[in-house]
C-alpha cells in the first residue's frame, strides 16, 4: 500500500487527472501487484518525457550555441586559470545564494567556452537559463521606443535562473546602454544569479562605458560576493590558427 501511495502522490504532482479519477479502477484487485507495476511503469515514462521535452524547450530558449565540452578543455594553456573556482561554480551552489560569477582574461583563453558550459550544467539540472552577448543585449533593449515595451523585455531578460552576458568590454556603450544594464543587473540583485565574461578588469569599465554616472554602482552589484575566474594567456584560437598553419605547410612540402 505504501508504494500505491507513492504512486499516486507522482500521478498527482503529473497531473494525471484522468488516471486520478480512475485511480481505484487502475490498482483494482484482484491483480493488484500487477495493475501496481503497470501504473508505475506508466509513471515513468510520463515523467521521463516530461524531463526529456523540458530540457529540449530550455535549450532552445537558452541559446547557448555549439560549444566545446568542458572535459575537452585545455586547462595547460592558459599561463593562470583558477580552474578549481570554475569547478565549483559547475557544482551550481552559487544558484542557491543568488551571487554572479566573472570569468575576465585576455581575448582567446576561453571565458565563452567555460560559460557556455556553465549554462549547460545549469540546464541539465533544471533551472532556466538565458546566454547572450553583450551587444546584441544592449542593442535589444536600447532599440525599444515604448516604455512598456522595455519593461516586457527587461522582464523577459531577468526571468532565467541565471543569465549569462558574453563579451562585455570588447566594445564601447553610451550612457543609455549603461543605464540599461544598471537596471538590469539591479533587477536580478540578489533575486537571480548573472555571469560576465569580459576581457576588461573592473577598473577598465568606465572605458567600455565612459562618462556613465552608474558604472561603478553597476560593478558593486556585480562584484558583492561574486565568484572570479581569473584566466591568463596567449589566445588559443590563434594557437590552433599556428598549428593549422605549420599542418598545411607540411603536407605541401611532403607533396612536392
Known sequence: MKNLEGLHARAKALRLHGLLAHWSEAVAEPALAKAGAWVEQ???????????????????DAHIGRFKAVCDFDWTWPKRCDRATF?????????????????????????TTLARNLAHQALIHGHTVLFTNAGQLLGDLAALDSDSALRRRLRYYA???????????????SNRHADLLFELISRRYEQKSTVVTTNRPFAEWRDV?????????????????????????????????RERAEQRAKQRRGGK
Open 42 to 60: 506508466m509513471l515513468d515514462w510520463e515523467e521521463q518525457e516530461r524531463a526529456r521535452r523540458s530540457l529540449e524547450r530550455r535549450l532552445q
Open 87 to 111: 569547478e565549483a561554480l559547475m557544482s551550481l551552489d552559487f544558484l542557491k545564494d543568488a551571487t554572479n560569477a566573472v570569468l575576465v582574461g585576455p581575448n582567446g583563453v576561453g571565458k
Open 209 to 241: 562605458f565612459p562618462n556613465a554616472a552608474c558604472v561603478v554602482s553597476m560593478v558593486d552589484r556585480l562584484m558583492h560576493n561574486a565568484e572570479i575566474v581569473a584566466i591568463d594567456g596567449e589566445s588559443y584560437r590563434v594557437k590552433e590558427a
Open 159 to 173: 526571468a532565467p535562473a541565471l543569465l549569462l552576458i558574453d563579451e562585455v568590454g570588447y566594445l564601447s556603450y
